[in-house]
């Protein structure tokens, strides 16, 4: 009997070893320990993984684009530039904001012809250095201002209510969150002013049978160009949720003698290996390119008689005025 409670009790014991030498084994895993090469690396935001992008891929974007980092473009970028112009309606001491800059080539282009003053944000440290050079050495020091910043937080950089227009040209579609960078355009937006956004978006398939391709080589330019290709759609209801005013969306208009056939973007891939397209027998064309504007509207007893009007009764009667005063 004797040897039995002996036998148990040795065996509990042994137990109770086992036990805890695993969950110290366990334990030494998953305790911080600046040691342990397993640990999985502190997760990155979207932003900085953009902004690591850039501060890389600059000069090769340099080299390949030039000062104009836009895929869909004309022969001669000018074309383009004065088109844009044309589009996002600057004028002469108009203020607006370039989000997402680049290195300036269309802002201080933009400043210089059109008479504006702009102010400029990129995510890149380096495209702010460069954008500097370039600015100086187009004596544009007194009409485009550059800073780092992230155009979801536009509202921490510039005054409510200062610009008559905000433009993205290719830079939207980085966007972690592309309805947060709406709100926050709207924020700093003068009642009036315009938003411009040219992008490329998720093509919808015409036949089912596309939709994996579209979906994999969607899936390849997110993670090599840091991207987040917008859903028109997804960005309408917010659009419209949001209260602006949808002024437009369409095709870029470019002439097909202008139009450059993305050659650029083949060239770029070619110098940095960034998302070759292997087999062209296989790949399906992901994107569609648009333009939208949009207006900021001015909400007000001032605007009842504006073109806008429904939108303005509408929003004064969630501001509960009176509608008698309507
Ligand atoms: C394809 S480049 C276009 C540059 C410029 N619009 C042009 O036409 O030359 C995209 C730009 O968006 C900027 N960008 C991306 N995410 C951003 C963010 N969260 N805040 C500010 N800029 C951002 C990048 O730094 C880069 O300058």
């Not at 640990?39 to 340099?62: G, H």
């Not at 080299?63 to 002469?92: E, H, M, P, W």
């Not at 933009?110 to 050079?133: D, L, P």
């Amino acid at each position: 009997m004797t040897w039995l409670i002996a036998l148990i009790a040795i065996s509990l014991v042994l137990n109770l070893v086992f036990v805890i030498m695993i969950a110290s084994l366990k334990y030494s895993r998953s305790a911080p320990n600046a040691e342990n090469t397993d640990m999985p690396a502190p997760a990155r935001s979207p932003e900085m993984d953009v902004a690591k992008f850039y501060n890389e891929q600059t000069d090769n974007f340099l080299k390949v684009y030039g000062n104009v980092i836009q895929a869909f473009r004309t022969k001669n970028v000018n074309t383009l530039l004065d088109y844009q112009i044309g589009t996002i309606g600057l004028k002469s001491g108009m203020k607006a904001l370039d989000a997402g800059c680049g290195v300036c080539g269309p802002a201080v282009y933009f400043a210089q012809q059109a008479g504006c003053t702009i102010e400029a944000i990129t995510i890149s440290r380096v495209q702010v250095e460069k954008a500097k050079e370039h600015i100086a050495r187009n004596g544009a020091e007194d009409r485009v201002f550059v800073r780092e910043g992230d155009y979801h937080n536009l509202e921490a950089c510039y005054p409510e209510n200062s610009f008559d227009a905000i433009y993205f040209l290719e830079s939207f579609g980085h966007a972690k969150s592309h309805e947060q960078v709406l709100d926050s355009a709207w924020k700093v937006l003068k009642p009036g002013g315009v938003v411009y956004i040219k992008d490329l978006f998720i093509k919808k398939a015409a036949l089912k049978g596309m939709a994996p391709g579209i979906e994999k080589e969607i899936q390849n330019i997110n993670s090599a160009y840091h991207y987040n290709v917008p859903e028109l759609n997804r960005i309408l209801d917010h659009v419209r949720k949001k209260g602006y005013i949808l002024s437009s969306l369409k095709t870029i208009d470019i002439p097909l003698e202008e139009f450059e056939n993305l050659t650029i973007s083949n060239d770029f891939q070619e110098l940095t290996g960034i998302n070759k397209i292997e087999n062209l027998r296989e790949y399906v064309f992901p994107v569609d390119f648009f333009e939208l504007k949009l207006i900021k509207p001015a909400i007000g007893l001032a605007s009842g008689n504006s073109r806008y009007f429904l939108q303005n009764m509408y929003f004064m009667q969630i501001q509960n005025w009176p509608e008698k005063d309507l």
